[in-house]
């Protein structure tokens, strides 16, 4: 069971890695609410919106799974 679930959060993993350019076009990591900070020594970036939004679809989505399991 251990080894099912890691190879599908590898396997999640790198589709997302591989999907990263169009969900970038999507404005994903852009949303109202994520916090950028410019100065001139750095920058600071929290997607604090961003987090919200994928934390609640994947809920979703384990919860879906489970519902049929």
Partial sequence: ???R???TLGVLLLV???LWPI????GLGKLPGDIVI???PFNLYFP???CILISAVLTGLFWLIGKFK
Avoid: A, F, S
């Avoid at 969900?23 to 999507?26: C, S």
């Fill in 23 to 26: 969900l970038g076009k999507l």
């Fill in 16 to 18: 997302t890695g591989l």
């Fill in 48 to 50: 604090i919106t961003t």
């Fill in 38 to 40: 410019r100065r001139d």
């Fill in 5 to 7: 679930v890691l190879i």
């Fill in 1 to 3: 069971m251990t080894q």
